[in-house]
């Protein structure tokens, strides 16, 4: 009886979860379609994670990271206005911090919210390096990558049937951002991997916006050569889910005259 009510509960979730990313064209697993549900946890946890981590301000880094985060989103919105969705960023709350530890990482949270590491700092090196960084942080989040992955822990996790039981007697909002704060939980601060499909998207996507925000896309594969550096002796929080980084930089070397077109496409559309 059990396992026949959850068999219907996940049906149904896989035939209302299905959403067309804007961005990305594909028709993927997210339960969290129009965001209304999603950004206002997001948005708490990212606070909380602030509250409990030294954040650091008034240094050149920590305004660099603020300038240029604000150019990436200022590029992402220019995109979706070429894509023909304009209104398509409304929700987000665009917010960049830069938070005191060693770790060589950095994340952005659904609805735009930007932690970079002071240690990933030394590896970014220059404006270039950060909006590389930058740029693929956002693809995640534009790409709705954390949505989907949480979207999938939802359906593992109803297999086990543990929160639809925990929460029976709970209303359905409540029940919902239960299992939203499960998932995003488990997603701050990368721990867990993204797969690698959504590696590649998300590399895609961000030297495209770190071209139309004026910066060199040259600098993105140079990048991911100091971050294979950095690695050796140990590998650093960053490459945890990065399985090939031959082909990654191979493939942002090749994909470099094509950002740069579809970058100077999107301009222009804006000047006319
Ligand atoms: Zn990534």
Redesign the pocket.
Same mark, same amino acid.
């Given at each position: 009886m059990k396992t026949q009510f959850l068999s219907i509960f996940v049906l149904l979730f896989l035939f209302f979860g299905c959403k067309t990313n804007v961005i990305t064209g594909k028709k993927t697993l997210n339960f969290f379609g129009d965001n209304q549900s999603l950004f206002p946890t997001s948005f708490q946890q990212y606070r909380s994670f602030l509250d409990e981590h030294e954040v650091v301000t008034g240094t050149k880094d920590a305004s660099a990271v603020a300038r240029i985060g604000n150019d990436i989103a200022n590029a992402a919105a220019l995109y979706y206005a070429y894509l023909g969705t304009p209104n398509g960023l409304d929700n987000y709350a665009w917010e960049y911090n830069l938070v005191k530890s060693e770790q060589v990482n950095a994340w952005c949270m659904p609805g735009g919210k930007i932690v970079f590491y002071t240690g990933i700092m030394p590896v970014a090196k220059n404006p270039d390096g950060i909006a590389a960084i930058m740029g !693929?942080e956002v693809a !995640?989040a534009l790409a709705d990558h954390g949505a989907q992955r949480m979207s999938l822990g939802i359906v593992q996790q109803a297999g086990g049937l543990v929160t639809a039981q925990a929460t029976k007697k709970e209303d359905e909002r409540k029940r919902q951002q239960i299992m939203m704060a499960y998932g995003i939980g488990t997603t701050v601060g990368g721990m867990l991997p993204?797969s690698r499909k959504h590696?590649t998207e998300?590399d895609k996507i961000g030297l495209t916006l770190m071209t139309l925000a004026g910066y060199n896309p040259e600098e993105a594969p140079k990048l991911w050569e100091r971050m294979k550096a950095q690695s050796k002796g140990g590998v650093p929080e960053f490459l945890i889910?990065h399985p090939s980084e031959e082909r990654r930089i191979a493939n942002l070397q090749e994909w470099i005259p094509q950002a740069k077109a579809i970058a100077d496409e999107i301009k222009l559309t804006q000047k006319k």
């Open positions: !693929h !995640h993204f590696e998300a889910s």
